[in-house]
């Protein structure tokens, strides 16, 4: 089946540097992909919707200029999270669509 | 507006028991996907099924079945005969078909803990 790849699964970085994380579908072409961010014991919240060859759109309440998409092929979808801080600390999970929704592996970004 | 409500937090169960995650969504469209989503400890989302809502008939997998109930806006997933490797969080979500995306609205998911 579909194959969506996240990277990385795990990142810790120092508060005030930038962050990002890549979201690959492997065997198909993605024209969209979605960013979800995850606290712990909460559900997935849609931050934004990367669409290839334009601006990303995203959802009400996050910051364009902190979380910077960009999705440049059919295949790959970036997440930069700029200039981060303890509370950007999360989990983030993208995924791309066909009929079903597949999703990367996640990736858990602690900022220290 | 749209909205998917799993009113269970979580549920504990020993294992061999049956077990319903509850799922009650709100939608105003006409057809729209239903999903469930299996996250492990390790994070990522395992797809358990996609449900369209022309389609009320029940499913099957193995342990698994699902109940679409359109007249009551639900769709609920219960587990036959538990086990251990069952245990995680269970996500329900509602995807439009209409409007050119295909983002999905979860629930709050609901985590299960079978124990032996």
């Known amino acids: 089946g579909a194959v969506v790849s996240q990277h990385p699964s795990r990142v810790i970085c120092k508060s005030g540097t930038s962050v990002k994380i890549e979201c690959r579908s492997l065997?198909?072409?993605?024209?969209?992909m979605f960013w979800y961010r995850q606290f712990p014991k909460q559900s997935l919240m849609l931050m934004a919707t990367?669409?290839?060859?334009?601006?990303?759109?995203?959802e009400q309440g996050v910051e364009k200029d902190k979380f910077l998409i960009n999705h440049a092929s059919l295949t790959l979808s970036t997440l930069t999270v700029t200039s981060a801080h303890p509370e950007d600390s999360s989990f983030y999970i993208c995924?791309?669509?066909?009929?079903?929704?597949?999703f990367g592996q996640g990736t858990r970004l602690t900022v220290v | 507006a749209q909205k998917v409500t799993q009113a269970q937090t979580e549920i504990s169960v020993v294992e061999k028991e049956d077990v319903t995650l509850d799922c009650v969504y709100e939608t105003r469209d006409t057809t729209y996907y239903l999903f469930w989503y299996k996250q492990p400890p390790s994070g990522e989302l395992v797809f358990l099924i996609r449900?369209?809502?022309?389609?009320?008939q029940n499913e099957i997998s193995g342990r698994y079945s699902w109940n679409f109930q359109k007249s009551t806006s639900s769709f609920n997933f219960t587990i036959t005969a538990s086990q251990v490797v069952d245990s995680a969080v269970y996500f329900c979500?509602?995807?439009?078909?209409?409007?050119?995306?295909?983002?999905?609205?979860f629930g709050a998911g609901t985590r299960l803990a079978v124990h032996p």
């Open positions: 995924s791309a669509s066909t009929y079903e929704a597949f």
């Open positions: 449900r369209n809502s022309f389609d009320e």
């Open positions: 065997d198909f072409q993605a024209t969209t």
């Open positions: 979500a509602l995807r439009r078909v209409s409007g050119g995306y295909n983002k999905l609205i």
């Open positions: 990367s669409n290839e060859g334009s601006k990303a759109t995203y």
